[in-house]
């Protein structure tokens, strides 16, 4: 057997011993749950009257629901809704690293400006920043780059920088990293001081320490958290409204749903690809949970 | 500017490996270090003993700058530690340089820390391929090298969660070892372990000892310094109270507080 990959000691089973023969294993009775069987029953019973009344109720449109489900508007809608959350996310989660690393950095500018970016992000509402980053090219039609009260050496208009798609992911990824920012400095306070020290004592650099010892690290605790955000995120592109930005999926049921005045069958179908999504996304997270937890979650708990 | 310019000069044998002048060290009010001037010679087994709170990890600490020194001066190999002096004022050194100053010294701490995301190899591998840029082939090779020398070739895929106490601290041995220091600190090696479990790591230091490795090591136990040291530190309140040879410190303390210490805890 290949000796990197032989199991500890203490995690060969325990029915090895009983397989040779020396230990005669005590005969195990598990406990009977009776009650968890009348719980399943009744709520199966539930569960399915309320399917069968949904299926079969009217009011629902299912005839539409089908008819829009894959319709080209409405997938265009899934699309951009995910590329949304996925660069707003990247946009979020690049920022809030360089926050914590600011945040927790000897330099007192760094330390401030985090702490402003901070305490202004994640103060106001992202419907307002959502807004303000719309009218950005109203409000700064030109940005260029001159000496004082001398001429421009660069400069072009905003409007062909800030897109309704950039003013859309900025928006969402600048709020989003301010809270980032919050959950990643939990998980770098979570590391022992030991780790630092011992990574120190080796002679590594300050970046090289934070890359391969504390964020890995880290990573264990973020990654749920972060998960978690990233949902919120897709939920929240919804929003982009504010811009206005107009290809998202709940701007496309919505206008098919006011073209037919029947917003419940529409309402179903961006539920449908909401729902989707997030079941994709958590997928995801259960691999990146398991990554990250290397080393840590060898021995699982007894969970009875 | 010369100072800091000039790379770090070889130490010889007739240098000092170590040599602390003057040391002191404020925690806000509490004196930790009074006062301290320690050398360490080529070779030299320095061990440090004494009461809890009596400075002995705190003075290891300034050896490699884990700690900030208040007062006084660190020369390792030679060169000053963390500071260049110029025109008598002590320039901070950038985090560079003293990222780099600390290569030359090898620290295992009291509770391992072990990176706990990497394999024991893994952990020894780390600072040659991602300090000293070996390659991951070379340092591998190595690697599996030491782990063996600790007594531990079969275990290289484990994780750290996975080992015991005592094979953890090996691992972590072999980890600074890796690094191919000129002097080894053991900051307490035996203090987190089950009595059964610190022989395995005496061993080791034993066996570092013979090969003529330079080391300063802080320990409660009196039986394993009066083995290995030839050089023994008393510390009481932050102060070198005695030092010398230790079976002279041991058998024939001269200070009243040795002897009241020695009396507790052989």
Redesign the interface.
């Known amino acids: 057997m290949d000796?990197?990959?032989?199991p500890?000691d203490r995690?060969v089973p325990a029915r090895q011993a009983d397989r040779d023969g020396a230990v005669k294993l005590n005969e195990v009775v598990p406990r009977r749950h009776p009650g968890r069987w009348l719980a399943t029953i009744l709520l199966l019973w539930l569960a399915f009257s309320f399917a069968q009344n949904v299926a079969t109720n009217e009011n629902f449109h299912w005839d539409i629901f089908a008819q829009y489900v894959f319709a080209p508007q409405v997938i265009r809608g899934v699309g951009w809704t995910i590329l949304l959350t996925i660069v707003a996310m990247a946009v979020a989660i690049s920022i809030a690293l360089l926050l914590v690393v600011m945040r927790g950095s000897d330099n007192p500018i760094l330390r401030t400006c985090a702490w402003f970016w901070i305490w202004f992000f994640r103060g106001t509402p992202v419907y307002t920043q959502l807004l303000f980053w719309g009218l950005f090219a109203v409000l700064f039609p030109r940005i260029s780059l001159s000496l004082p009260f001398g001429s421009e050496i660069v400069g072009l208009d905003t409007r062909m920088l800030v897109t309704p798609a950039v003013a859309a992911i900025v928006g969402l990824g600048f709020n989003e990293s301010a809270y980032l920012a919050e959950i990643f400095r939990a998980g770098f306070n979570a590391i022992?001081r030991?780790?630092l020290?011992?990574?120190?004592?080796?002679?590594?650099?300050?970046g090289?320490i934070w890359r391969?010892?504390l964020l890995?690290?880290a990573m264990?605790v973020i990654v749920p958290p972060t998960g978690n955000e990233t949902i919120g995120m897709l939920k929240m592109t919804s929003l982009v409204l504010a811009v206005p930005f107009t290809l998202d999926l709940m701007f496309a049921t919505n206008a098919i749903a006011n073209r037919l005045y029947l917003p419940v069958p529409l309402l179903l179908v961006a539920g449908f690809w909401y729902l989707s999504i997030t079941s994709l996304l958590m997928v995801g997270q259960y691999y990146l949970e398991r990554h990250?937890g290397?080393?840590?979650d060898?021995?699982r708990a007894r969970t009875e | 500017m010369n100072a800091i310019m000039t790379p770090p000069p070889r130490s010889t044998d007739a240098q000092p490996c170590v040599h602390l002048q003057g040391i002191h060290k404020f925690y806000g009010s509490v004196h930790a270090l009074r006062n301290v001037d320690l050398t360490i010679k080529r070779g030299e087994v320095c061990v440090a003993i004494g009461p809890s709170g009596s400075g002995k990890s705190t003075l290891l600490r300034c050896i490699n700058q884990l700690e900030e020194i208040s007062a006084g001066k660190v020369y390792v190999l030679g060169e000053l530690a963390g500071y260049a002096e110029i025109d008598g004022r002590m320039h901070v050194l950038a985090p560079r340089r003293i990222a780099e100053q600390r290569r030359r010294t090898g620290m295992v701490f009291q509770r391992f820390n072990l990176f706990p995301h990497m394999t024991a190899i893994e952990n020894i591998m780390e600072g040659p391929v991602h300090v000293k840029n070996t390659p991951k082939a070379t340092a591998r090779e190595n690697a599996q090298a030491l782990l063996k020398r600790v007594g531990l070739a079969d275990l290289a895929g484990r994780y750290p969660s996975q080992l015991s106490g005592g094979q953890q601290q090996r691992v972590a041995i072999a980890r600074a070892l890796a690094m191919e220091p000129e002097v080894m600190l053991f900051d307490e090696p035996t203090s987190a372990l089950d009595p059964e479990l610190v022989g395995e790591v005496l061993d080791v230091i034993k066996d570092l000892a013979s090969s003529g490795m330079t080391m300063m090591l802080v320990t409660h136990e009196i039986g394993f310094a009066r083995e290995v040291a030839n050089h023994l530190v008393f510390m009481d309140q932050g102060a070198v109270v005695e030092e010398g040879d230790p079976r002279a410190v041991l058998n024939r303390p001269s200070n009243p507080r040795t002897r009241a210490f020695l009396s507790k805890v052989l």
């Open positions: 000796i990197e990959k032989a500890p995690l022992d030991g780790q020290e011992a990574a120190q004592a080796l002679g590594m650099r300050q090289r391969r010892i890995p690290q264990r990250f290397r080393g840590v060898t021995i």
